[in-house]
């Protein structure tokens, strides 16, 4: 079983559709990450949150500790929001700050 | 652009020659990464470096690879004898240094996609 997981593995949805992708893990981390990867490979971060919930422009992070859960929401979707969004998590620990990821969310809005 | 380069952005070699790969980093930034991503997969830690020391490796870099940073400032990443299961993107970020601010934060390069005929 990794040590992070992410649901789901395929999202096509319609453009203007409140989109969710959630993220699992199971180790103690003192960061989780959320990167958006567009074809080509180039990695993008979104946010890194240590606790509660962020906020940028259409994309909503949160992060429940407790349950070990983490959730990307984009609002009011639109077809350039096509992407693989990754969540990745920092080890609680860990001198090296190296992370651990998940295996992607392959996200497709249509007009 | 996060300004994290990577040359070149796409290599085909054939199995069993060498390549090698380069990265430079964000200029502030201690601390250089590499990683492997396969086709439907999350990347994966490969090794890092802080400063032009290399302080962790992963078991996946066998011995066939290799990573240097002897300025510590760019990198370059070298796979000996390729092999077609090292067909991936590799993957460069940097960072700075825990108390250096926002240290936890990693930018990434493009990547070099490397395909091992």
């Known amino acids: 079983k990794n040590e992070v997981e992410q649901s789901p593995q395929n999202l096509t949805a319609q453009e203007g559709e409140f989109i969710t992708i959630n993220c699992s893990y199971s180790?103690?981390?003192?960061?989780l990450h959320w990167l958006q990867q567009h074809p080509g490979g180039g990695i993008v971060s979104l946010f890194m949150l240590s606790s509660g919930k962020k906020k940028h422009g259409r994309l909503i992070a949160t992060i429940n500790i407790q349950e070990k859960h983490s959730s990307l929401h984009i609002t009011a979707s639109h077809p350039r929001d096509s992407a693989v969004y990754i969540c990745a998590v920092r080890s609680y620990g860990g001198a090296t700050n190296k992370l651990i990821f998940g295996t992607g969310t392959l996200l497709a809005v249509q007009p | 652009d996060t300004g994290v380069s990577q040359d070149p952005r796409h290599k085909i070699t054939k199995r069993g020659q060498n390549v090698t790969f380069r990265c430079d980093p964000i200029?502030?930034?201690?601390?250089l990464y590499w990683y492997r991503q396969t086709l439907g997969q999350g990347p994966e830690f490969l090794t890092y470096f802080q400063n032009e020391a290399q302080l962790e490796k992963s078991r996946l870099l066998s011995d066939r690879f290799s990573a240097e940073r002897p300025k510590g400032s760019f990198s370059t990443l070298e796979i000996q004898r390729t092999e077609q299961g090292d067909s991936a993107m590799y993957l460069c970020?940097?960072?700075?240094?825990?108390?250096?601010?926002?240290?936890?934060?990693?930018?990434f390069g493009p990547g070099t996609r490397l395909t091992v005929l």
């Open positions: 200029s502030e930034h201690n601390r």
């Open positions: 180790v103690g981390i003192s960061a």
């Open positions: 970020a940097s960072s700075l240094q825990p108390g250096q601010g926002s240290y936890n934060e990693q930018f």
